[in-house]
């Protein structure tokens, strides 16, 4: 029977081979983080020093990294865009195409092309896109809520929402749409404040 010690570096083990598989660096550094902890546990208990040393080593980068994040301040913009005559956008849809298609399976790109478009970037870097259309009755129809892999922490779309709310402020809308069939992107969802209507399943409802 394995003692504490083997499964606590059974544990480590799969830990931070989870660590490696994220493609947000904060989350990556956090999971890693907790592996190389019990890693040095492993090694100090077993007197494995060359283990003990190297992820005592690794926990303290993974501190100080996570510490350089914590401190640093993003800087986003809300930049709307056309299709018409923009080069980037359609490359851009192109490049996160299949990644897209996980969050929105029914998603019809040539379709979208008709409502309007924002970019958000993060430290000038290009890292999501909100397609939505203007609807009577004060309601903004969202087609497409698309963050990128490396940034999908929410700081992204927490900023969209709280800036895009004063701009249609001026506009007399009050409320988002949103329809959704993928649970990861419903979870998304609910953590952005949206609610399921009771009397339409899959219709997610936010007042702005």
């Not at 592996?35 to 090694?43: D, S, V, W």
Request: aromatic letters at 16%; proline letters at 4%; a neutral charge.
């Amino acid at each position: 029977m394995l003692d504490w010690t083997e499964w606590l570096g059974y544990v480590a083990s799969v830990v931070v081979a989870i660590s490696l598989t994220m493609t947000n660096i904060r989350r990556l550094r956090w999971i890693n983080l907790i592996g190389a902890i019990a890693f040095t546990i492993y090694g100090t208990v077993l007197q494995l020093y060359p283990v003990m040393i190297v992820n005592g080593f690794i926990v303290g980068i993974n501190i100080y990294y996570l510490v350089r994040i914590s401190l640093t301040k993003d800087r986003f913009h809300l930049m709307p865009i056309s299709w018409d005559t923009s080069i980037f956008l359609p490359r851009f849809v192109e490049f996160y195409a299949q990644d897209i298609s996980k969050y929105f399976p029914d998603v019809d790109f040539e379709d979208l092309r008709q409502y309007s478009t924002i970019v958000i970037t993060r430290n000038v870097v290009p890292v999501g896109l909100f397609i939505y259309e203007r609807q009577e009755h004060g309601i903004i129809r969202i087609h497409l809520d698309y963050e990128i892999p490396m940034y999908r922490d929410y700081e992204s779309s927490r900023y969209f929402f709280r800036e895009f709310r004063s701009l249609m402020d001026k506009e007399s809308f009050h409320t988002y749409i949103s329809y959704c069939s993928v649970p990861i992107h419903e979870r998304y969802l609910r953590r952005m404040k949206f609610t399921e209507d009771p009397d339409e399943p899959g219709c997610f409802v936010r007042k702005m």
